[in-house]
């Protein structure tokens, strides 16, 4: 595959797995972050949500109850990793009328 510039990517639906072309997958890549309006940040903004979570929860005493404060927390949250699923459509074939 290292030859053809193919790669294996896994597809939208299922657990279908479809080989494409490096090229074409980094364009379609590339056209969904323009399209969506993706921006890269400097730092990850992860920990300084969960902080402010944090807070408000503890300010919160009334609603979540004290003893209960530390099981509504995720210890060491993380962003997501973006994962590139290729979608798969069925072709059209003419019905029999």
């Known amino acids: 595959m290292e030859q053809n510039n193919l790669t294996i990517a896994k597809a939208d639906k299922g657990k279908t797995m ?3 072309h ?5 364009q379609k890549i590339d056209i969904f972050i323009e ?3 993706i921006i890269q ?3 990850d903004p992860t920990e300084s949500f969960r902080k ?3 807070q408000t ?3 919160c005493n009334t609603v979540v109850d004290k003893n209960q404060q530390k ?3 995720q210890m060491k ?5 973006p994962n590139a699923l290729n979608k798969t459509q069925k072709e059209n074939k003419p019905s029999d009328q």
């Open 18 to 20: 479809v080989m494409i």
């Open 22 to 26: 490096k090229d074409t997958l980094k």
């Open 35 to 37: 399209e969506n309006q």
């Open 41 to 43: 940040l400097s730092k």
């Open 52 to 54: 402010q979570i944090q």
């Open 57 to 59: 929860i503890h300010k």
């Open 71 to 73: 099981y509504k927390l």
């Open 77 to 81: 949250p993380v962003a997501p990793k």
